[in-house]
């Protein structure tokens, strides 16, 4: 059960058609009324709207009592229509996001898929909440933020200190198989070799989970979102590309963790490709990428002291030819686009100055060059960031 759609242990939810009426037991002992949601789910387009009941009825229940919101505004809003039981959902941009409605710590919920092309349809299945007196306080829901090129070890650290899950449950689903029903982690055709089978596709975003949730509950919900994200379009440019979509997605963190703009993407995919292609013959053997040296940690300084003088990355670029074993960071939309879309460029070199200004070079020469100028001393051997 989804982390946003647990009900609290003495919830009762009955699931019955629209044309069913719905049963409130108010002879029940204990029971005070219930919150009825008109709709299981619902897929529409970006900009189409929705309107939907969530209604209360019983005792003192009041319909201003009950709150209703979007667990991803960005993928879709939700506001109440004034002086009365319904609610509209505009879409925003593709995803996957849930409409949650809840009063006196009773929940329900509406999926809601925005995808481009669609005609609007959805399951109009009436869920009918028991609210009982022992489920009236409110359960904790947290809002928090997967942001573009974090690291699976980043995202557990900061569900658990937002009292969401333990991080080491966490780290532990994350090399796990336990996955491998949703396609794109199914597909991965070397999970053993990796330090987190999840990396990469744990898709950025705003998310809402309650406290004390499991770590697969939040994971499974991330992987719905990526599974939306990562569209049968994309796999298919990816095939296009002449890469697998795990390549597209370990080509993208590369660019996401190497890039110190959004608009520079393109620019350091180009240089990348290119060297994919044929930097070999540019006297460039590997990707050699600074970011993946230390991973999965983010430097030397963040190696455990008792192993840091003899770490070595399975992941560093400096040491083999081709993209790494795995991603390094999940990356975000724009890095993605970037990996199946790069500048029209010859450059094999890139280098930023200390105020974030990109250099691009075609040769060594240039290359060295550029390091003068952004202030930054010739490296001892040619390397991606220039550092």
Not at 16 to 38: K, R, Y
Not at 55 to 78: C, F, K, M, N, T
Not at 316 to 340: D, Q
Request: net charge negative; aromatic share 8%; hydrophobic share 35%.
């Amino acid at each position: 059960m989804k982390a946003v759609r647990r009900l609290a242990p003495m919830l009762l939810a009955l699931w019955m058609g629209v044309s069913q009426t719905p049963v409130f037991a108010a002879q029940e002992e204990g029971v005070i009324g219930t919150l009825t949601m008109d709709t299981r789910s619902y897929i529409m387009a970006p900009g189409n709207i929705y309107d939907f009941r969530a209604a209360v009825d019983g005792g003192d229940l009041r319909q201003e009592e009950v709150r209703v919101w979007s667990s991803r505004d960005g993928i879709a809003e939700v506001e109440r229509i004034p002086n009365t039981d319904k609610y509209r959902i505009t879409g925003r941009s593709p995803g996957v996001t849930y409409i949650i409605s809840e009063v006196r710590g009773v929940h329900a919920s509406i999926r809601v898929t925005v995808r481009e092309g669609v005609r609007q349809h959805g399951e109009a299945a009436r869920s009918v909440s028991i609210i009982r007196e022992e489920t009236q306080t409110p359960q904790d829901t947290v809002n928090v933020v997967v942001s573009d090129g974090v690291t699976v070890p980043e995202t557990a650290r900061m569900l658990e200190e937002n009292d969401i899950c333990a991080a080491d449950e966490f780290l532990t689903a994350a090399r796990s198989n336990r996955f491998d029903s949703f396609s794109l982690m199914g597909e991965i055709p070397n999970a053993g070799s990796r330090s987190y089978k999840l990396e990469g596709y744990l898709f950025p975003g705003n998310y809402s989970f309650e406290k004390g949730s499991t770590a697969e509950a939040v994971i499974r919900e991330i992987l719905e979102n990526t599974e939306d994200r990562i569209s049968e379009e994309i796999r298919t440019r990816a095939d296009l590309a002449g890469m697998t979509t795990d390549q597209l997605i370990t080509l993208a963190s590369l660019i996401q963790s190497e890039s110190r703009a959004e608009k520079d993407m393109p620019y350091i995919s180009a240089v990348l490709r290119n060297r994919l292609r044929d930097g070999e013959a540019h006297g460039i053997p590997g990707l050699q990428c600074e970011s993946t040296v230390w991973y999965p940690y983010r430097s030397r300084e963040e190696v455990p002291e008792d192993i840091r003088d003899t770490f070595t990355s399975m992941y560093n670029t400096y040491n083999f030819s081709g993209l790494p074993v795995g991603p390094i960071c999940n990356p975000g939309m724009a890095a993605i686009e970037a990996a199946l879309s790069p500048a029209d460029t010859n450059d094999y070199y890139y280098c930023y100055s200390k105020d974030g200004t990109l250099y691009l070079a075609e040769t060594a020469e240039e290359h060295n060059a550029n390091l003068e100028q952004a202030g930054l001393a010739p490296p001892v051997r040619i390397r991606a960031s220039g550092q």
